[in-house]
Every structure is written in structure tokens, then in C-alpha cells.
């Protein structure tokens, strides 16, 4: 069960040309085709993957820019009040938008996996000493029953739940990060 989709694609593409397309009868020339597009279709989305997000920076970036331009026209007789001020009002969304998205997602990663390792070792540090504190193994166990909760979710469609239903939509669970009146125990 892998988590990262670079990998994921890696392991669906693997198993295709090992096992499924020398599985498929040569004879069967639509198959062949549909199973090498579907691979090829893959290969596409692994290359893309890690530029979605600066791809999505860039054209809200070309659209905000555009509609900074339409709305120097906006004085004049160009749209309606109305139509004016709902550019306008998107104009401030985006630009706030594209404020809060400055670093790169590899940053991101980069800073869990920086901020895992010293938790890390100061949780060694502090559980090597003769007595934990409870409040040390609350932390602990609340953020990793959250971490829990929050790779189920992330992986229910892989189908390894016996109840589905009974976990948190993940887009629910993610959104939360950005809500500031979210406590962080709903996280």
C-alpha cells in the first residue's frame, strides 16, 4: 500500500508490462493497443505529476495578470457595474490565492520529512529516560491516531476497508488544514 502517486504509477506500470500485457493474447490486437495506451497514458501522467502544481500556479499567475488588465478597462463602458466588480472581487481572491502558494510542494514534503526526523529523536531522547510523561504519550498517540485516520481515508479506495463508510471523506479531512477556526484535535 503506497501512499505517494509517483510511486504508485511506478508499481501500476511494472505490473502492466510484467504480468498484464504478456498475459493478454496476441491475437487480440484491441487489447494490446488499449493496454499499451493505458501505459502510455501513465508514463504521461508520472512526468506531469510533479509539475501540476506549478502548472495550476502558473495559470492562475496568466489569469490574475489578465484580470488585473480587464479591470484597468473596467472604467469605461467595456462590462456592467456588476460584471466590473465580480472581476474585481476575483482579482483579490486570486492574488490571495497566489500569496498563500509560494512554496513549492517539494518544500513542503521536504519539511515533514525534516520535522519527522527530529521529532523524532527527541521523542527517542525523552522516552529513553526513566519516566514519560503523560502528557508527552498523549501527544503522541493523539497525533498519530490522527496520521491514522487521515492515510486510511487517503487510501480507501484501494479497498482494503472493511467499513468505508465509517471513515471521514478526505477531502473533509484535508480542508480542515486550511480553515484557521479548525481546531487542530479535528486534525
Known amino acids: 500500500m503506497q501512499m505517494r502517486p509517483d510511486i504508485q504509477i511506478r ?4 505490473a ?3 504480468v498484464i500485457l504478456p498475459a493478454i493474447d496476441d491475437q487480440n490486437q484491441l487489447a494490446q493497443e488499449q493496454a499499451r495506451l493505458c501505459m502510455g497514458l501513465l508514463q504521461l501522467m508520472s512526468k506531469q505529476l510533479p509539475l501540476q502544481y506549478r502548472y495550476d500556479c502558473d495559470e492562475l499567475t ?3 495578470d489578465m484580470g488585473q488588465q480587464l479591470l484597468a478597462l473596467a472604467d469605461g463602458d467595456a462590462a456592467s457595474e456588476a460584471s466590473a466588480a ?4 476575483g482579482v483579490a481572491l ?10 513549492e510542494p517539494q518544500e513542503v514534503l ?7 526526523a ?3 529523536s527527541f521523542l527517542q531522547e525523552a ?6 510523561p503523560t502528557a508527552l504519550e498523549r501527544i503522541v498517540l493523539d497525533t498519530s491516531r490522527a496520521q491514522l485516520l487521515r492515510e486510511r481515508a487517503w487510501l480507501v479506495a484501494q479497498g482494503w476497508e472493511a467499513r468505508p463508510e465509517d471513515l471521514p471523506d478526505i477531502g473533509t479531512l484535508l480542508a480542515a488544514v486550511f480553515d484557521p477556526s479548525t481546531s487542530t484535535e479535528a486534525r
Do not use: P
Not at 508499481?11 to 511494472?14: E, G, H, R, T
Not at 486570486?94 to 512554496?103: I, K, P, T
Not at 521536504?110 to 519527522?116: D, I, N, P
Open 118 to 120: 527530529v521529532s523524532g
Open 62 to 64: 496568466r489569469l490574475l
Open 11 to 14: 508499481s501500476i506500470l511494472k
Open 127 to 132: 522516552y529513553a529516560k526513566a519516566e514519560i
Open 94 to 103: 486570486a492574488s490571495q490565492v497566489r500569496a498563500r502558494a509560494m512554496a
Open 110 to 116: 521536504e519539511a515533514v520529512r525534516q520535522l519527522r
Open 86 to 89: 465580480a472581476l474585481k472581487q
Open 16 to 18: 502492466m508490462s510484467d
